[in-house]
């Protein structure tokens, strides 16, 4: 049987995200009902961080031990990314020792090459190019929510970023209907815009007004000004994105019910309010909760 690893949205179709997202729900609910069951008993996931984080660690590794396996965190002090040896062997020794591999890295690049090199499943925990695990688990919030996919409108606010790209594949998949609001020049990825636009199921649509982007939209969207890495950029993109920051005033031009998320962490003031995000609309705690259940989902489907 092939190996599954999961790097982007765009590696599967419908059935098989559907399948991840039910996976998710079913082991969140015989959790919450008290059932204790160890379907990853004996198995250990590698967690190789380049990126600090609080939700992807605690989310793989408390999500590996209620599945009954283990996680060892690994930092790249260790290891040493295409410096003291190359990906190959990496991926060739690390084969011998573990079930699988979890990776938060700057390079899109580097996961795909861990992925090649290793007989193991390799789950990207993020890149500088897409945050898989993170849109997974919005999808599966929103649908917690009572919202279908299909037909959701969802209007994304900021930088377009990793997160930013993820929505736009997710979008090749579910027939959303997604408004990205950002500065001139920081759209999101264009390949995978053009991807999309040759044949994707839902539409991507492009704004540098952000209450146009909102008009109506059922989910509002949005992320750090400044990702990881982006340091140098701050004060330059703290002077382009104020008009883009999810506030009371721009909420009323969504849908009178219209949920709020932000992947975290928020840095409260400038891309979203501390009025919005601790508002009755704001769903984000149960995003970040819900990255836990998505992650079992997505390790029972790579390593059960």
Not at 77 to 96: H, L, Y
Not at 164 to 189: C, I, K, Q
Not at 288 to 298: S, V
Request: charged content about 25%; hydrophobic content about 45%; proline content about 5%.
């Amino acid at each position: 049987m092939a190996k599954i690893d999961f790097l982007s949205l765009l590696d599967f179709d419908r059935p098989e995200l559907e399948s991840i997202l039910e996976r998710a729900a079913e082991t969140k609910r015989r959790w919450r009902e008290g059932r204790r069951e160890s379907p990853l008993a004996g198995k250990v996931l590698g967690l190789v961080f380049h990126k600090p984080s609080l939700r992807t660690r605690l989310s793989f590794e408390v999500g590996m031990r209620q599945l009954g396996g283990s996680a060892l965190y690994i930092t790249d002090a260790e290891i040493g990314f295409r410096r003291r040896e190359s990906i190959a062997d990496i991926g060739a020794v690390m084969s011998r020792f573990l079930d699988g591999i979890m990776i938060r890295t700057f390079a899109q690049a580097d996961v795909v090459d861990l992925a090649r090199a290793a007989a193991i499943p390799i789950i990207n925990g993020l890149t500088d190019w897409a945050h898989p695990c993170q849109v997974l688990a919005d999808l599966f919030t929103v649908r917690e929510r009572g919202l279908a996919l299909d037909g959701l409108s969802v209007a994304y606010l900021g930088d377009g970023n990793n997160v930013a790209n993820s929505w736009v594949h997710a979008a090749m998949t579910f027939e959303l209907d997604l408004r990205v609001a950002t500065p001139p020049g920081y759209e999101p990825d264009a390949a995978s815009l053009a991807r999309i636009a040759q044949g994707g199921r839902g539409r991507v649509r492009l704004f540098q007004d952000p209450a146009a982007a909102v008009a109506g939209a059922q989910v509002i969207y949005t992320d750090t000004w400044a990702s990881m890495g982006q340091e140098a950029e701050a004060e330059a993109r703290r002077r382009v994105f104020p008009p883009f920051q999810v506030n009371a005033a721009l909420l009323r031009g969504a849908h009178p019910q219209a949920l709020v998320m932000h992947c975290l962490p928020a840095h409260r003031g400038e891309e979203i309010t501390d009025e919005v995000i601790d508002g009755p609309q704001s769903i984000v705690y149960d995003q970040a909760e819900n990255r836990l259940h998505c992650q079992k989902g997505i390790l029972l489907h790579c390593l059960g």
